[in-house]
């Protein structure tokens, strides 16, 4: 190892009393998501991927895993981590690395902390690109060996989380000139998948898997390593250069900028949360050939879900309406047209899930186009009337109106098989969800003594949504020319909200019952679907107080938030998927419900709890899902291990909550924003908004507390826009 800097004063003595060593990296690794459009890369914090054995990292496109492996070593050592970030755009991840001791036939060779190294990465276009900065501090040149790992296994999304394979394709590995190497993988599907990488500058050594650079760095001076990893189904292009690539990911996040309000609060905490939420929902909207589409979250779910995103853009509805857009069109052109028992599809319903990988191309799993979703369909109608009402887009209505009365001929038909009113489930394939509803665990639905529901079941909510789904209907065709339309839904909506009282309240547990099972009984569990109910607006107004009293009961509330299942209820466990555990969207959801009954008040518990929450995850960022324990004093909430973060109706949710406690409403066709009964929590502060879209106008507001109540200070409105108190 020629070339170490070797004077003296660069190298501390091995044996000084005061010196710590540092012959390896000790620190823990955690991950940090990038993603652009169906692309999207699972790093740790130095810029590795699969370093150490972790599995689950990986450079993903199109539900496959075209990088397995990228990892930097130093000297045949991985560097100490110094510090790892996003940069603010949350374009590029970041890294501040540095060399090990490293020794030679026993004596210290190179000193810890001589070469700086900054590592930066981002995710574009199908590409992965990563630049290594190596700055030499000492006062002597540095001849330093450095080696890139890589590889790719080209594992299905579902082989990662775990599912195994009888048979797969084979990998192919070839060097393709002294600087790229090319992996071939040849699936059982037909279509080859092909990850090509390229180095530059011209390593020393070149093999299949990795690329060997010997860096002569002069004193005080930097050496460039980049390194690229195009993803496709075709012979790969040849790579543009790590600047170019940044300049058109930044272009690009400029260009993408929808009619979206900007929203300051004066508490410094919610401000930080609520802007890691917002840039969280910019990072999983995809551009799709339909508009924009949240994709429902990192790592496992990085594609088209219909429900997911169904719930993302009524959470975010209020100040972003081009996000619903873009959802409804998606999911209107994929609305099943025929019967496909395989796929849980009939004539009407609207998707489950998509996904693009071998394994779904095979059916290997169902989900290539799956639609075993109970409640997509009536959400779609809600959102589609919800963006009619805060938008008056009349041709868009136009646009969608065949759908949306596709959908409720299969809520009246497939949806409904016995024709008894109440919209229910059974999976027609083995391979398919259980359970069909938000709560798809296949436990997530039990009688009150522990024994798995049996269906066709009925959940509470849905029949909310679907509630809810007929009142907009009946509006949306009272514009489309549809009068008698209108009148039958309107009617269809007053008798199913008579039945779902008879039917679904249980005095038994003081709260409604969260299904009705295939013999039409109660199932009499504690849940927080009940509380689900309240923002469609279906439940008797005492009841609902009933209902809130019972999700701010200890029993539900955790001091972190709602919990999914009641602690008393047979199958609860804090460490469950789905009973016991504590969701933030179903959280926002369950707020949205108490302020529809103009109970804003009683939202102040729920907000603290999940703020608090998320000012103790990682960049402020609350999960899909964490553990129901009961908080304690000094404690941080237990985390979910394999949850996603971000997810999209995660990252939604206290934008939602927000709303909530606003009570703010917009009418596209008045061009009205009311604030419906607003509480301002004393921690929440002031709350500026600004470019509020509503129909063609636009409105700046600010709302603040007052006397112990709420003042509206209206800034500017414009177009025709107005902002009332009621």
């Keep these: 190892m020629a070339g170490a800097p070797s004077r003296q004063h660069d190298q501390p003595h091995e044996h000084e009393p005061e010196r710590i060593h540092a012959e390896a990296d000790s620190s823990p690794r955690d991950h940090e998501t990038l993603k652009h459009d169906d692309a999207f890369l699972v790093i740790d914090t130095h810029g590795d991927i699969g370093a150490f054995g972790n599995h689950s990292d990986g450079f993903f496109y199109n539900d496959t895993r075209y990088l397995s492996r990228l990892e930097l070593l130093i000297a045949r050592r991985p560097p100490l981590l110094l510090g790892s970030t996003l940069d603010r755009k949350d374009i590029q991840h970041c ?42 501090h000492s006062n002597v040149y540095c001849n330093l060996p450095v080696t890139v790992f890589f590889d790719a296994d080209f ?102 900028n929808p009619i979206a309000a900007n929203i300051e609060v004066s508490n410094p905490d919610f401000d930080y949360v609520l802007k890691r939420s917002r840039a969280d929902l910019r990072l999983l909207i995809t551009q799709t050939p339909e508009g924009p589409y949240p994709y429902a979250g990192t790592p496992w779910y990085s594609t088209t879900f219909g429900r997911d995103a169904l719930i993302t853009a009524l959470q975010v509805l209020w100040f972003n309406p081009s996000i619903a857009k873009g959802v409804l069109r998606r999911l209107a052109h994929y609305q099943a047209k025929s019967y496909d028992a395989a796929a849980d599809a009939q004539p009407g319903k609207i998707l489950h899930e998509m996904r693009n990988g071998e394994m779904a191309a ?64 059974a999976r027609e394939t083995d391979e398919g969800l259980a359970n069909q509803g938000w709560k798809d665990s296949h436990d997530a639905v039990f009688n009150k003594d522990g024994e798995l529901a049996e269906g066709p079941l009925a959940l509470v909510e849905v029949q909310g949504y679907v509630f809810q789904a007929k009142q907009l209907a009946a509006r949306m065709a009272t514009i489309m020319g549809e009068p008698d339309l209108a009148r039958r839904l309107e009617k269809e909506a007053v008798t199913l909200q008579q039945k779902f009282e008879e039917k679904f309240w249980s005095p038994e547990i003081g709260t409604y019952a969260i299904a009705l099972d295939g013999q039409k009984r109660r199932v009499d569990v504690r849940s927080s679907n009940a509380g689900h109910v309240l923002s469609s607006g279906i439940a008797d107004p005492e009841r609902a107080k009933r ?70 995850m990682n960049q402020g960022r609350l999960p899909e899902l964490f553990c129901g324990f009961r908080r304690r004093a000094g404690r941080s909430p237990v985390l979910y291990p394999v949850a996603c973060s971000p997810q999209a109706w995660a990252s939604g949710s206290m934008p939602h909550i927000l709303q909530s406690l606003l009570g703010l409403e917009a009418d596209g066709t008045t061009r009205t924003v009311t604030l419906n009964a607003p509480y301002l929590p004393e921690r929440l502060g002031e709350v500026t908004i600004r470019n509020m879209p509503v129909g063609m106008g636009t409105a700046d507001f600010v709302v603040r507390r007052k006397s112990g109540g709420v003042a509206l200070d209206v800034l500017e409105c414009r177009e025709g826009a107005k902002v009332v108190l009621a």
């Excluded at 938030?561 to 016991?580: C, D, F, K, W």
């Design 155 to 256: 594992c299905d999304i579902f082989e990662v989380r775990g599912m195994r394979r009888e048979k797969r394709g084979a990998v192919r590995r070839q060097i393709e000139s002294s600087r790229s190497v090319n992996f071939v993988y040849s699936g059982l599907d037909g279509i080859v998948r092909q990850t090509s990488i390229h180095v530059d500058p011209e390593p020393l050594s070149l093999k299949e898997t990795s690329a060997f650079f010997r860096l002569h760095i002069p004193p005080k001076g930097s050496q460039r390593v980049f390194v690229t990893a195009v993803a496709g189904t075709e012979r790969a292009r040849a790579p543009c250069s790590y600047v170019k690539g940044l300049r058109d990911a930044q272009r690009y996040l400029r260009r993408f």
């Design 362 to 425: 095979l059916r290997e799993i169902p989900f290539g186009l799956y639609y075993g979703s109970v409640d997509s369909t009536p959400l779609f109608i809600v959102l589609a009337g919800s963006y009619f009402v805060r938008t008056g887009d009349t041709d868009f209505l136009h646009e969608i109106w065949p759908a949306i009365l596709k959908a409720l001929e299969w809520i009246d038909g497939p949806g409904d098989p016995d024709g008894d009113g109440f919209v229910e489930y």
């Design 547 to 616: 209902v809130i009293d019972q999700m701010l009961s200890a029993s539900f509330f955790s001091g972190w938030g709602i919990r999914t299942i009641a602690t008393t209820e047979a199958r609860y466990n804090p460490m469950s998927y789905h009973n016991g555990s504590i969701w933030p969207h179903d959280n926002s959801m369950i707020a949205a419900g108490f302020a529809h009954y103009r109970h804003s008040d009683r939202i102040e518990a729920v907000f603290n709890g999940l703020l608090d929450a998320a000012l103790n």
């Design 95 to 136: 890294c501040d690395l540095t060399n090990t001791d490293i020794y030679s036939d026993g004596a210290l060779w190179l000193h810890k902390d001589v070469v700086h190294v900054f590592r930066t990465t981002y995710v574009h276009d199908g590409s992965l690109r990563q630049r290594l900065v190596f700055t030499n």
